[in-house]
């Protein structure tokens, strides 16, 4: 349980200790860099892509920064230009320079940020020397042994999600950017997509060793990929971490694991809280949460106990700030670079944002909601005597239905888009060449729904033709998955695996998230069927882990309760074959 600490702050905190500190988007969000959250980047979004209603309707808890990234990517964004919002020269604050006195002092900095401040910091400090960017893997192979740099004289900045260049040499960097799910693990090697890169983790766990880590601008919530390693780590020495509030009171609370009901995972508590528990469970390493406002907390404690260097003090002293740091007047808002940079791209506006606010809605699985954006946009194609965007909310629109269980309604549109493809001119039928197997694809899966499943596979069949002769690789891999579903579901399970495994192969190398969960959860029943059971709770917890970190919690919840019901009869079971 949390308790208040009760002891002076300087046992917590005293300059001999090694640090590391990972570090989130919080710290840019403070004057003057003010760098904007991830909440209010999409919230920016919404606003300028979809209709108005739109904003006051969606929760932000059911929206995840790289699931909206996804969505402008594709609609409007391709080379997420965007993100050249974080190049727009903008000044470090309190906490960037902190941090980089206190690399140059021999302590670690991890971030998940792609801005440039703490390098930017550290140049102005320290002008005959620089701070060196860890972004790229070969960069994460070289400096994989952090103490050993450090003793060369090399102060070492990780860079988790990447940046758009080396601050350091100026290289182009872009390659490195983890802003969408399916940039997530793209380099893992585990079998976990959302997990860190495989190249990253020797870096970063030397980093943390017999370290104590420090936590601050950061959730919890907001990235996949470094939570689970904290989690799964043993060799940091201490971890305090720091929740932001506006509050000027400062609460410093202990965690003590005193009883059984301590290790009960308890869903009432705040993400970090629930992490912290999960550490503090595992033995003997003090964990702390430190409730404060981040900044005060920074300036008043962190700076006063760690750094004794009277010239270093005098640098973070406001008033340095203020005359050297804090200058600028940043009048480019997030919205207004958007609006300069989209202005020419939304076209025609009302179809595109109707469309945009449809496809939010299915990806986050509410389906009615996305229907009425879809029949909408379907009404204006027709109004507009727009043959193409009419095939395109018609499949869109039957998509929907489909994944709604309403296979009739999924049916009739689907086949009334292909009915109309044939009318197409040459150039219609170019524009929405992409589109015709999956339309195949989503007829099949309702024919498959309805239990027709001579019918599915012989649609199935015909995406799976398409797919192979356009080398669309989402349609195969979607088409072999569901064959190989069919067949699980008529006892084929040889045939099923078959195809289910070339299709994993597939959506691996496209690092597919969403459909690495559905195709784990076939291959887990499948082995499930067969009384494998230590191979289906594999697989399907994989797939549990993959939807409860999309949000999707009811696919989660279902997956959590199979499971369990495998487990329980694995009790006085007898051993697998």
Same mark, same amino acid.
């Given at each position: 349980?949390?308790?208040?600490?009760e002891?002076?702050i300087?046992?917590?905190?005293?300059?001999?200790?090694?640090?590391?500190?990972?570090?989130g988007?919080?710290?840019?969000?403070?004057?003057?860099?003010?760098?904007?959250?991830?909440?209010?980047?999409?919230?920016?979004?919404?606003?300028?892509?979809?209709?108005?209603?739109?904003?006051?309707?969606?929760?932000?808890?059911?929206?995840?920064?790289?699931?909206v990234?996804?969505?402008?990517?594709?609609?409007? @964004?391709?080379?997420?230009?965007?993100?050249?919002?974080?190049?727009?020269?903008r000044?470090?604050?309190?906490i960037?320079?902190?941090?980089?006195?206190?690399?140059?002092?021999?302590?670690?900095?991890?971030?998940?940020?792609?801005?440039?401040?703490?390098?930017?910091?550290?140049?102005?400090?320290y002008?005959n020397?620089?701070?060196?960017?860890?972004?790229?893997?070969?960069?994460f192979?070289?400096?994989?042994?952090?103490?050993?740099?450090?003793?060369k004289?090399?102060?070492?900045?990780?860079?988790?999600?990447?940046?758009?260049?080396?601050y350091s040499?100026?290289?182009d960097?872009?390659?490195?950017?983890?802003?969408?799910?399916?940039?997530?693990?793209?380099?893992?090697?585990t079998?976990?997509?959302?997990?860190?890169?495989?190249?990253?983790?020797?870096?970063?766990?030397?980093?943390?060793?017999?370290?104590t880590?420090?936590?601050?601008?950061?959730?919890?919530g907001?990235?996949?990929?470094?939570t689970p390693?904290?989690i799964?780590?043993?060799?940091?020495?201490?971890?305090?971490?720091?929740?932001h509030?506006?509050s000027?009171?400062?609460?410093?609370?202990?965690?003590?694991?005193?009883?059984?009901?301590?290790?009960?995972? @308890?869903?009432?508590?705040?993400?970090e809280m629930?992490?912290?528990k999960?550490i503090?469970?595992?033995g003997?390493?003090?964990?702390?949460l430190?409730?404060a406002?981040?900044k005060?907390?920074?300036?008043?404690?962190?700076?006063k106990?760690?750094?004794?260097?009277?010239?270093a003090i005098?640098i973070?002293k406001?008033?340095?700030?203020k005359e050297?740091?804090?200058?600028?007047?940043w009048?480019?808002?997030?919205?207004?670079?958007?609006?300069?940079?989209?202005?020419?791209?939304?076209?025609?506006p009302?179809?595109?944002?109707?469309?945009?606010?449809?496809?939010?809605?299915?990806r986050?699985?509410?389906?009615?909601?996305?229907?009425?954006y879809? %029949?909408?946009?379907?009404?204006?194609?027709?109004? @507009?005597?727009?043959?193409?965007? %009419?095939?395109?909310?018609?499949?869109?629109?039957?998509?929907?239905?489909?994944?709604?269980?309403?296979?009739d309604?999924?049916?009739?549109?689907?086949?009334?888009?292909?009915?109309?493809?044939?009318?197409l001119?040459i150039?219609?039928?170019?524009?929405?060449?992409?589109?015709?197997?999956?339309i195949?694809?989503?007829?099949?899966?309702?024919?498959?729904?309805?239990?027709?499943?001579?019918?599915?596979l012989?649609?199935?069949?015909?995406?799976l033709?398409?797919?192979e002769?356009?080398?669309?690789?989402?349609?195969k891999?979607?088409?072999?998955?569901?064959?190989?579903?069919?067949?699980?579901k008529?006892?084929?399970?040889? @045939?099923?695996?078959?195809a289910?495994?070339?299709?994993?192969?597939?959506?691996?190398?496209?690092?597919?998230?969403?459909?690495?969960?559905?195709?784990?959860?076939?291959?887990?029943?499948?082995?499930?069927?067969?009384g494998?059971?230590t %191979?289906?709770?594999?697989?399907?917890?994989?797939?549990?882990?993959?939807?409860?970190?999309?949000?999707?919690?009811?696919?989660?919840?279902?997956?959590?309760?199979?499971?369990?019901?495998?487990?329980?009869?694995?009790?006085?079971?007898p051993?697998?074959?």
């Amino acid at each position: 349980m949390f308790k208040r600490f009760e002891g002076k702050i300087e046992e917590l905190f005293y300059p001999n200790d090694k640090y590391t500190f990972l570090i989130g988007a919080g710290i840019s969000m403070e004057p003057p860099t003010q760098y904007p959250s991830a909440i209010e980047m999409v919230q920016t979004f919404l606003e300028l892509l979809t209709p108005k209603e739109v904003m006051q309707d969606i929760s932000m808890d059911d929206l995840r920064f790289e699931i909206v990234v996804e969505i402008v990517q594709r609609f409007i @964004d391709e080379k997420l230009e965007f993100m050249n919002y974080f190049e727009i020269l903008r000044n470090p604050n309190l906490i960037h320079a902190f941090l980089a006195i206190m690399n140059h002092n021999g302590h670690y900095i991890i971030t998940t940020n792609y801005d440039y401040m703490i390098e930017k910091v550290y140049g102005m400090i320290y002008s005959n020397a620089q701070i060196r960017t860890v972004i790229t893997k070969s960069e994460f192979l070289k400096y994989e042994k952090p103490d050993y740099e450090v003793k060369k004289g090399t102060n070492l900045l990780y860079k988790l999600h990447g940046c758009k260049q080396n601050y350091s040499n100026l290289k182009d960097t872009s390659d490195s950017l983890t802003i969408t799910m399916k940039d997530f693990g793209k380099n893992s090697k585990t079998k976990n997509p959302l997990d860190m890169d495989s190249f990253m983790k020797p870096a970063i766990v030397n980093c943390m060793n017999e370290r104590t880590l420090i936590v601050m601008g950061y959730s919890g919530g907001d990235d996949f990929d470094i939570t689970p390693l904290i989690i799964e780590m043993h060799n940091f020495s201490r971890i305090f971490w720091i929740e932001h509030t506006n509050s000027e009171k400062l609460e410093i609370l202990k965690y003590s694991c005193i009883s059984a009901n301590d290790k009960i995972v @308890d869903l009432s508590l705040k993400r970090e809280m629930r992490i912290l528990k999960e550490i503090g469970n595992m033995g003997k390493i003090p964990v702390f949460l430190i409730k404060a406002n981040t900044k005060e907390f920074v300036k008043n404690v962190l700076i006063k106990h760690l750094i004794q260097d009277k010239t270093a003090i005098k640098i973070l002293k406001d008033e340095y700030i203020k005359e050297h740091i804090r200058r600028g007047n940043w009048e480019t808002t997030f919205n207004n670079f958007l609006i300069s940079m989209y202005e020419n791209r939304y076209n025609p506006p009302i179809l595109k944002k109707l469309w945009f606010a449809g496809a939010l809605y299915k990806r986050i699985h509410q389906f009615e909601k996305a229907e009425i954006y879809y %029949k909408k946009a379907l009404d204006l194609a027709e109004k @507009d005597s727009n043959i193409v965007f %009419k095939v395109i909310f018609l499949y869109e629109l039957g998509s929907n239905y489909s994944q709604n269980w309403n296979f009739d309604e999924a049916i009739d549109k689907l086949k009334e888009a292909l009915i109309l493809i044939d009318s197409l001119t040459i150039k219609g039928k170019k524009i929405i060449n992409s589109i015709i197997g999956r339309i195949f694809i989503s007829i099949g899966e309702a024919y498959k729904q309805k239990n027709t499943l001579s019918k599915a596979l012989e649609y199935f069949k015909k995406s799976l033709k398409i797919a192979e002769k356009t080398g669309d690789l989402t349609a195969k891999a979607s088409s072999l998955l569901y064959r190989g579903d069919i067949y699980m579901k008529t006892e084929n399970y040889t @045939d099923a695996l078959n195809a289910l495994k070339v299709s994993l192969g597939i959506i691996e190398e496209l690092n597919n998230i969403e459909a690495k969960a559905a195709c784990c959860k076939i291959i887990g029943t499948i082995f499930q069927k067969l009384g494998k059971k230590t %191979k289906a709770i594999k697989y399907l917890e994989l797939s549990y882990d993959i939807f409860k970190k999309l949000l999707l919690k009811d696919e989660a919840n279902l997956l959590r309760k199979e499971i369990q019901i495998i487990l329980e009869k694995t009790i006085n079971s007898p051993a697998e074959e």
